[in-house]
DNA sequence: AACCGCAACAACCGCAAAGGG
DNA sequence: TCCCTTTGCGGTTGTTGCGGT
């Protein structure tokens, strides 16, 4: 792990909301190098972030694979059960949704799902916001959608993989057309498929607004290209308000799509990601170039 | 219209594990 | 084997927007 070929001089790292060419430099830079040391990263970027913080905003943001939108009654129903049984392990909960990030899916929980938990079960029988104790926890994951599959606690980004190809597992995709559908960021329109590359990508619509520019951008995962979710963060009053409303919206969650629906209506193919980027791996944080 | 409180999300911080020299 | 660095994870904080008063 140790990387020494990487040091850097000690400088003062920007912090803060990422401005969108931040973004754009970091894309690029992941785009055409590929994921390597991280710590040397912002330099070779052109960057004056630390590597940590890079790291974290490709996974939560950048990298390709991510799901926008709410979360299906289906990943929430996981989302629950998951936490149940393994306490808060979001990066072992987030394996079992693809193209959420461990960071969405503990913001859902502390904002959303635990105060839900909580209501349900007011004597306190859950352990909502805590760890189990490791006899608590799983030798499986079966119980969580029923598919079963002995994926575990443990499990890999290669039995991550296997899941999205359609091989059941734990994942709340069972249908093969549904994963199919598993979109791509929002920084890749359909467009970017057939012809991807920065000058593809519209930085108009859905960049937040950072603190060196000041504009009037929409937050970050507010507006999807081609404006089908404008107006409204994913999370913010549509997702809060829906998830009063849920059993209505699981498979259609909102805006008509469907549940792997994202960025612009643009569909990221799995089938054909290695083709596109010479493969992208979909699970958490992998990227194989 | 202004203020306040709340909710949601992005990002930071600190720690532990892993791995190379 | 120890030390140092990087990476990954979970908790926490900061910022922003929205709704209510």
Redesign the pocket.
């Known amino acids: 792990?140790?990387?020494?070929s990487?040091?850097?001089p000690k400088m003062n790292?920007?912090?803060?909301?990422?401005s969108p060419e931040e973004d754009q430099r970091l894309r690029d830079y992941i785009i055409k190098h590929g994921l390597?040391?991280?710590?040397?990263v912002p330099a070779k970027a052109g960057l004056q972030?630390n590597?940590?913080?890079c790291?974290?905003?490709w996974?939560?943001?950048l990298r390709p694979g991510l799901k926008r939108g709410?979360f299906s009654q289906e990943e929430e129903d996981v989302v629950i059960n998951l936490q149940a049984k393994l306490?808060?392990?979001?990066?072992?909960?987030?394996m079992h949704l693809p193209g959420r990030t461990?960071?969405?899916v503990?913001?859902?929980w502390?904002?959303?799902l635990k105060?839900r938990v909580m209501q349900q079960q007011p004597g306190g029988s859950s352990n909502a916001?805590?760890?189990p104790s490791p006899s608590e926890l799983p030798t499986s994951m079966s119980a969580t959608t029923g598919t079963g599959g002995g994926s575990t606690a443990t499990s890999t980004h290669g039995e991550h993989d296997a899941n999205l190809s359609g091989g059941g597992g734990a994942m709340p995709f069972v249908d093969q057309q549904e994963a199919k559908n598993f979109v791509f960021a929002d920084w890749m329109p359909p467009s970017a498929v057939a012809a991807p590359g920065p000058e593809s990508y519209s930085m108009s619509t859905h960049w937040?607004?950072?603190?060196a520019s000041s504009g009037?951008?929409t937050?970050?995962?507010g507006a999807f290209v081609g404006d089908q979710m404008s107006?409204?963060?994913?999370?913010?009053?549509l997702?809060?308000q829906d998830?009063h409303h849920h059993n209505q919206s699981v498979a259609v969650p909102h805006g008509g799509a469907g549940t792997g629906m994202v960025a612009g209506g643009g569909y990221f193919d799995l089938l054909n990601m290695g083709d596109i980027y010479g493969g992208f791996s979909t699970t958490?944080?992998?990227l194989l170039f």
Not at 36 to 40: E, F
Not at 87 to 94: D, L, P, V
Not at 208 to 211: D, F, G, K, L
């Open positions: 792990m140790g990387c020494r990487c040091d850097k790292y920007r912090k803060g909301l990422w390597g040391c991280w710590s040397a972030r590597g940590k913080s790291r974290l905003r996974i939560n943001y709410m306490g808060n392990k979001w990066s072992q909960i987030a461990d960071n969405e503990k913001n859902y502390n904002s959303y105060k916001g805590k760890s937040p607004a950072s603190t009037n951008v937050p970050s995962h107006g409204s963060s994913y999370g913010g009053a997702q809060h998830h958490n944080d992998d």
